[in-house]
């Protein structure tokens, strides 16, 4: 498996966005989100997007070098449109948005309707933590996954991610959860070693559990009424809030209306000292730390503790690329003409 | 089982809870918040909590017949603090503020610390959805729950609810849920029936899945580590954000910091037409209904759309207490000198 340093792999994915279409901006904050993916090991909603993201651009799925323009809002509230533009910049975009309304109004909501696929939403509120501010964010898609009680596809596995700031050097905690009971990257991958799935993952055609990978129909979402419950919330409050619904037009009539993202940024020192605010975080942090770990668990980390250990061990070693990431990378480099970093060559 | 009608249940309750100590307004707004959970059939959170309150204030853990006041706040930000004060009290007046907020802001956020235990917060959020706007609530308390892969009691089952109004004299959507993979008076149930319970739901003293309902050390997060990170968002968002740390303190000192709550009110017409929401929210909950349902389900339902119909249902055939309820009330009532609806008389 090839090691890549981040920052070489940085640079090669913004090279091959910009010549897969995205304008020069563009290509330099998806690569950073993408590359920070990878770095935290969410492998999933790393660089392998890329390809995907190049034909998105070839078919008019993504539109790249546009403005994201403020439609609507009013006080604390801002309604961006994104005009198809990458996840990234149209997230970007609302958290810079939702941190100003927060300094101003204490609190700040930015809707960023009519974006495309946004990746780990843990960047962006941890973007707001850096800043010293509490960051929500959720992004709302097309079906993916069923409704409690219901047959087939009919909710996104929409994502939440709520970090805030520990203050004193420390990494903020973040927590990035999907809606469903697994990454549909699980159950490909179960697939791909023709391996059974655990019951609770997914249903076939008929609603019945399976453990077996062939015969998935849907994802479950977590927690059962619940994880459909607060897909169901997201698309309302990311979707239908910002006049892009996806859900509902999509069941009705088939239509895509892509991806919506909102970020909410919360100043706490509108609500009291901010420095106070952190130490309590902090000593919460260090309480969940000295819980005993249940059997077989190594020590109890907190949300997003993971990934941040993993960043720093992927800063030294660099990151490992699957196999099969790096040839479809490497091919794609070929096609567009880009050079291949060294570390990639291997895998041509 | 004696069935009593919701208004009959209510002015009973207003009457104990009076004479147990609460102010008239307190005990008025707590008698209406505990009929509501019944007549939705969320009777864990109804009448059978009186005796409990009552002897909260007797032992000075809950104050009623101060005021609950506004220490912070900025913008769109209002922090309350409730002085100990009734659930319901402080709720409310979080909401009252909130829909003040983002009648002003687009949005507005309410902190509400040092309350009493808040119930069902789904009645948080529906109030809002009456008045046309979007409504968030959670709340926070101390240790019930387990952290994800640390032993014994760690987090709360901290509830988080979303109300969304449908517009057309229709119910709102509601979803109320709990962080916990299942609630505590489930095992309670169990164990006096001498039930085992399913696997998932609880772990024992050295943090092993258990179905002994005898052996339960703490009960488990819904879907693991997701459920775990999000209490503890919700501990950071709810308590130490208005200054009222709950977790830290208790795990660290074994500190009863009490309750906390937060109401978060979004005006859709900051967004665009409110009448255009209303109408796609409505969209979406149609698709939903037309879903085809999983094999032995009669048809799919929304969030809280349950709770509605049983709430229709019990206003015309009264609300059925369960005997050791009846009985606990009426001894209460005997003890406190208030007279017993007739409906009840017979559990004497």
């Not at 960047?123 to 709302?140: H, K, P, Q, S, V």
């Not at 991610?161 to 905690?173: E, K, L, N, R």
């Not at 239908?240 to 909410?264: D, E, K, S």
């Not at 720093?312 to 099969?324: D, V």
Request: hydrophobic fraction near 50%; glycine fraction near 14%; aromatic fraction near 4%.
């Amino acid at each position: 498996m090839p090691h890549v340093q981040a920052e070489a792999l940085r640079a090669f994915s913004e090279a091959l966005l910009t010549a897969g279409g995205f304008a020069p901006g563009d290509a330099r904050q998806t690569a950073e989100l993408l590359v920070w993916a990878n770095l935290r090991g969410i492998d999933s909603h790393g660089v392998l997007r890329i390809p995907r993201y190049v034909e998105m651009i070839e078919l008019g799925m993504m539109t790249s070098g546009g403005t994201v323009a403020q439609v609507g809002g009013r006080g604390a509230v801002a309604v961006l449109d994104g005009g198809k533009c990458p996840g990234a910049v149209g997230m970007n975009a609302a958290v810079d948005k939702a941190a100003a309304l927060a300094r101003d109004h204490g609190i700040g909501w930015c809707a960023a309707r009519a974006i495309s696929h946004a990746g780990a939403v843990g960047f962006f509120t941890a973007r707001l933590a850096e800043r010293g501010l509490i960051g929500l964010a959720m992004t709302a898609s097309k079906p993916l996954m069923s409704y409690h009680g219901a047959l087939g596809e009919a909710l996104s596995t929409n994502p939440l991610s709520i970090a805030a700031p520990m203050g004193d050097g420390q990494d903020p905690v973040i927590l990035d959860m999907s809606t469903a009971a697994v990454a549909l990257g699980k159950i490909m991958a179960a697939r791909d070693a023709g391996r059974a799935i655990p019951e609770g993952w997914a249903v076939d055609a008929e609603g019945r559990a399976t453990t077996d990978p062939d015969r998935v129909a849907a994802l479950l979402p977590m927690a059962g009424a619940k994880g459909s419950g607060l897909s169901m919330m997201i698309e309302i409050l990311t979707s239908v809030l910002a006049g892009n619904a996806v859900i509902g037009p999509f069941l009705a009539a088939g239509r895509n209306n892509g991806f919506n993202g909102m970020v909410l940024a919360i100043d706490p020192a509108a609500f009291g000292d901010p420095a106070d605010f952190a130490a309590e975080v902090r000593a919460l942090a260090d309480a969940i730390h000295a819980l005993p770990p249940a059997a077989g668990v190594d020590g109890v980390l907190l949300p997003g503790e993971r990934g941040a250990a993993t960043a720093r061990l992927r800063a030294e070693t660099g990151i490992p690329l699957a196999a099969g990431t790096a040839r479809r990378l490497v091919a794609l480099a070929g096609k567009l003409g880009v050079a291949v970093p060294e570390a990639l060559a291997a895998a041509e």
